[in-house]
């Protein structure tokens, strides 16, 4: 089993950065497949970026072209680098392991989550 970690949140104004780290505690980091969930405030949980074990990337139409998911099997950790912020990109975000892929996105493993970080975009 893999417990993740997630770290990098924070408070950035509209247009801006930031760089989410999901480090993957346990056995079998490099044969799982990683994802990123956001929660935005009153909302359900949605699907923003998957990546397979070999590091083929998927991602939500919202998040294309602008969030950028990769993975360093070596330190068992995934990343989310977030760029062109937009206000509507405010949640807590959540890393998943060991789910699995369909239609083009990422399932969760319901017994992985993280405990999630906070991001903020101020307009």
């Known amino acids: 089993q893999v417990h993740p970690v997630e770290s990098g949140g924070g408070l950035v104004q509209a247009g801006g950065s930031l760089r989410l780290s999901c480090v993957a505690s346990?056995?079998?980091?490099?044969?799982?497949?990683m994802g990123w969930y956001r929660q935005p405030p009153g909302k359900e949980r949605e699907f923003v970026a998957g990546?397979?074990?070999?590091?083929?990337?998927k991602y939500a139409d919202s998040v294309k072209g602008r969030f950028t998911i990769s993975r360093d099997n070596g330190k068992n950790t995934v990343f989310l680098q977030m760029n062109d912020l937009k206000p509507e990109d405010t949640a807590v975000y959540y890393c998943?392991?060991?789910?699995?892929?369909?239609?083009?996105?990422?399932?969760?493993?319901?017994?992985?989550w993280g405990q999630g970080t906070q991001v903020t975009v101020s307009s």
């Open positions: 998943n392991a060991g789910g699995s892929f369909s239609s083009g996105r990422y399932f969760p493993n319901a017994r992985s």
């Open positions: 346990g056995n079998g980091f490099s044969r799982n497949s």
């Open positions: 990546i397979f074990f070999d590091g083929r990337p």
